[in-house]
């Protein structure tokens, strides 16, 4: 159980294009889910934390505008990238949080890449 | 705040020896800890957790990690590293009393195990 899709796994756009990212829990009801940003071998950055109906709470220094954050049912969630340049190309991980765990489930990650 | 820290970039260990991979934190209100396993291009790998208990927690293949409340630490071991087990390590924390909100991770480690 607590499984988390993620589609596509990688993209690759050119400059000025809009790319959406896909985040899923499958066999469970996520209440919360969050995006992560990773850089090459670097840690996970948290970009914002969405709760299903409700506007996305964005961190400190990531953009709202460019990172278009969507959580309009309790099994998905989307990210979309608005005009993306090549210095947005990097790993997106989205995690689900249900009502009955403590834990947060990790999708496989999307690899952007931005030409 | 809420923080992490893996104070080792990498750690190199031959095969059939012990591993330790250390994280220490900081959070207000008793913490929930966790640590990911990621391989190249990959997601994250639930490997286990800290909620409540005892202070050894057991997870997947074979690694444990015991909770030092005085030390505030939350070190990965186990007692016979594998080639297999080279991979990036994460810690990551949330506090108890801090449910809505997301993990945040460490800054990560390699971990290389040589034959």
């Known amino acids: 159980g607590a499984v988390v899709s993620q589609h596509p796994s990688w993209v690759i756009c050119k400059s000025g294009t809009s790319v959406k990212i896909e985040c899923r829990s499958l066999d469970f009801q996520a209440t919360t889910m969050f995006w992560y940003r990773q850089f090459p071998k670097k840690s996970l950055m948290l970009m914002a934390t969405s709760n299903e109906g409700s506007k996305a709470t964005y961190e400190q220094g990531v953009e709202k505008d460019k990172f278009l954050i969507n959580h309009a049912s309790l099994t998905l969630s989307t990210l979309t990238v608005t005009s993306a340049h090549p210095e947005d190309s990097s790993f997106y991980i989205c995690?689900?949080?249900?009502?009955?765990?403590?834990?947060?489930?990790f999708g496989p990650g999307t690899r952007l890449t931005v030409l | 705040a809420q923080s992490v820290a893996q104070p080792e970039d990498q750690v190199n260990v031959a095969e059939g020896n012990p591993l330790t991979v250390k994280c220490t934190y900081s959070?207000?209100?008793?913490?929930?800890l966790f640590w990911y396993v990621q391989y190249p291009n990959r997601g994250l790998q639930f490997l286990l957790k800290y909620i409540t208990g005892d202070n050894l927690v057991k997870g997947s293949y074979g690694f444990e990690a015991e909770f030092n409340k005085s030390q505030t630490s939350f070190h990965l071991k186990k007692p016979s590293a594998l080639v297999s087990d080279s991979a990036l390590y994460f810690c990551a924390v949330r506090g108890s009393n801090q449910a809505g909100t997301a993990l945040i991770f460490g800054k990560g480690t390699t971990l290389s195990v040589s034959s």
């Open positions: 959070v207000s209100g008793n913490p929930y």
């Open positions: 995690s689900a949080r249900g009502t009955k765990y403590n834990e947060q489930f």
